[in-house]
């Protein structure tokens, strides 16, 4: 049995989906999970994208919202689709990187997710995320080591072979995208 | 109860992992399905995009042999990496679009799907073609009447929101990739 790192950015739909489920999912099959916010951004930037393929590429979008919208119904998730999209998500990925290994990090980090994809909230908004963490926190976050830490994380994610989020990693072995949480946890559990 | 529209394409390595399961599965399931090739080229060029994504973004790229490999050995299926990719499946497209409706015509598009991802052979070659259906029907894959309707099934994909492959259509509902086929089938079952 191995530990399953899950890689999330809070920008993403999926890691929505996966963030939501990936804890109670994980407990059943007696595997650990390790946090592991990322920035999407950096990696898309040098596959040249320079946004969202949601964006870039408008018939994927309109798919993924319709998509959305069937996998929440089917998993009992509440889901609305925000007003603006892709949101900001490096401040609230700098918390949950200061926060790595705290007990509340899983649920804050539902709680961003939560504001993003149900609540139609602003998650770049500061005051948001004192509320939803703390300012001690806040000023964790924005220490120039936590900062160093994330883009330190992100270039991780990349060497070790991800492109796009969710993603899931037992040792080397790459899991991408919440459609594949089962298996990565049936390879955790039977590594 | 509806019928599942099956898009694909013979380069496209999902399409094989589909259309080796999707006859049984439907058979299971109650449901039709109607046997759609299309091509993903003109598609993938209107984005922008020069080749397969693959190929573009190697870490994708990557990731995707790896994929292939766990779920075809999950669903029992041989799979081989082709020494080339994409391969030319424009000729086998065309042959299954003239032979619309056609009893073999499943049986043809597992064949030349074998012949790509478990004999490594090059399914633009006419030979292999002709012994895979017949000169017969070669010919009229070639007639002018047959391209147009591939060139107008290809631009149907694409209004219909088709952007990937395999693609499932079941009336104007879309679901994209191989890990859709359940899900499509039994919004299929249940229309």
Redesign the interface.
């Known amino acids: 049995m191995r530990a399953l790192e899950f890689w999330f950015e809070f920008a993403s739909t999926y890691s929505y989906l996966a963030a939501m489920r990936v804890e109670d999912l994980a407990r059943a099959a007696g595997v650990p999970v390790v946090w592991r916010p990322f920035l999407l951004g950096p990696i898309f930037a040098k596959?040249g994208w320079t946004g969202s393929p949601f964006t870039l590429?408008p018939?994927?979008g309109?798919?993924m919202w319709?998509?959305m919208e069937?996998l929440c119904k089917?998993e009992g998730l509440p889901f609305r689709r925000p007003s603006e999209f892709p949101r900001n998500g490096l401040l609230a990925a700098r918390i949950a990187t200061a926060a790595d290994g705290q007990e509340w990090l899983p649920e804050f980090v539902r709680r961003v997710f939560r504001a993003n994809f149900v609540d139609d909230q602003d998650i770049a908004d500061r005051q948001l995320l004192a509320a939803l963490s703390s300012e001690e926190w806040l000023a964790r976050a924005e220490a120039a080591e936590t900062k160093d830490r994330l883009r330190e994380r992100t270039l991780e994610a990349?060497r070790r072979?991800?492109?796009?989020a969710p993603s899931f990693l037992v040792g080397d072995e790459?899991f991408?995208g919440n459609?594949r949480l089962a298996?990565a946890l049936a390879w955790a559990r039977e590594s």
């Open positions: 596959q590429y018939a994927k309109r798919y319709r998509d069937r089917a990349e072979g991800i492109f796009g790459l991408w459609d298996q």
